[in-house]
């Protein structure tokens, strides 16, 4: 008969204490950023439901994405925006007749969103950078945030595009953009809730791949 040289009880209390490690410390300020990042898109999500919702999204004819984060700040700029939305199918169509006042309501829906935007992407790179200085970005973590920030970047432009659809021909943005700018939203949402439960529970893996001595 021959009998194991390990007891299973310590082996069970090692594998727990194993299961139970936090995750590396030096990575936690990172995995709180991601789920910080993850929030701020759901609140993104949760804005452009508004705008669209509130026929706002239109409001704004241009992209300017630099010069676009200060909103108007005299009359003049005002009347100026505010004549540009008056040469779109959506004022002569359904909003005819509108006041400024009125106006003002609608565009600080879609600047508010689109300065939500900016925020979010300067939330995510400027962590980035910090973060890859201070060594704690891998190569494979650095590529799928690197990807992740593409897409962010891809999900301003195409933005635009489902708004543009609206500017010429139709009273609202067109239905299949609309829904490509909603789907990759969460594809984002969900690449970085992914990656920053990976950061959450890649100690754990270690530990499960890890023998017993």
């Given at each position: 008969?021959?009998?194991?040289?390990?007891?299973?009880?310590?082996?069970?209390?090692?594998?727990?204490?194993?299961?139970?490690?936090?995750?590396?410390?030096a990575m936690r300020p990172v995995m709180i950023?991601?789920?910080?990042?993850?929030?701020?898109?759901?609140?993104?999500?949760?804005?452009?439901?508004?705008?669209?919702?509130?026929?706002?999204?239109?409001?704004?004819?241009?992209?300017?994405?630099?010069?676009?984060?200060l909103p108007p700040l005299s009359d003049a700029?005002?009347?100026?925006?505010f004549e540009k939305y008056k040469t779109i199918?959506?004022?002569?169509?359904?909003?005819?007749?509108?006041?400024?006042?009125?106006?003002?309501?609608?565009?600080?829906?879609?600047?508010?969103?689109?300065?939500?935007?900016?925020?979010?992407?300067?939330?995510?790179?400027?962590?980035?950078?910090?973060?890859?200085?201070?060594?704690?970005?891998?190569?494979?973590?650095?590529?799928?945030?690197?990807?992740?920030?593409?897409?962010?970047?891809?999900?301003?432009?195409?933005?635009?595009?489902?708004?543009?659809?609206?500017?010429?021909?139709?009273?609202?943005?067109?239905?299949?953009?609309?829904?490509?700018?909603?789907?990759?939203?969460?594809?984002?949402?969900?690449?970085?809730?992914?990656?920053?439960?990976?950061?959450?529970?890649?100690?754990?893996?270690?530990?499960?791949?890890?023998?017993?001595?």
């Amino acid at each position: 008969m021959t009998f194991s040289s390990a007891n299973p009880q310590l082996q069970g209390g090692a594998v727990a204490t194993r299961l139970a490690s936090p995750v590396d410390p030096a990575m936690r300020p990172v995995m709180i950023w991601l789920f910080i990042v993850a929030g701020l898109i759901a609140g993104m999500v949760m804005v452009g439901g508004a705008t669209r919702l509130t026929d706002s999204g239109l409001s704004i004819t241009e992209w300017a994405p630099i010069s676009g984060a200060l909103p108007p700040l005299s009359d003049a700029t005002w009347e100026a925006a505010f004549e540009k939305y008056k040469t779109i199918p959506e004022y002569q169509t359904v909003n005819y007749g509108m006041s400024l006042a009125e106006f003002k309501v609608i565009f600080w829906w879609e600047w508010g969103h689109r300065l939500y935007g900016r925020f979010l992407g300067l939330a995510f790179l400027l962590p980035l950078i910090f973060f890859s200085a201070k060594g704690l970005i891998d190569r494979t973590l650095g590529g799928r945030l690197a990807i992740l920030f593409v897409l962010g970047g891809l999900q301003g432009v195409i933005g635009w595009w489902m708004v543009a659809s609206g500017l010429s021909d139709r009273v609202d943005v067109s239905q299949y953009r609309l829904a490509t700018h909603l789907g990759l939203a969460v594809v984002l949402f969900g690449g970085v809730l992914w990656t920053a439960f990976d950061l959450q529970h890649g100690r754990r893996r270690m530990a499960d791949a890890m023998p017993l001595a």
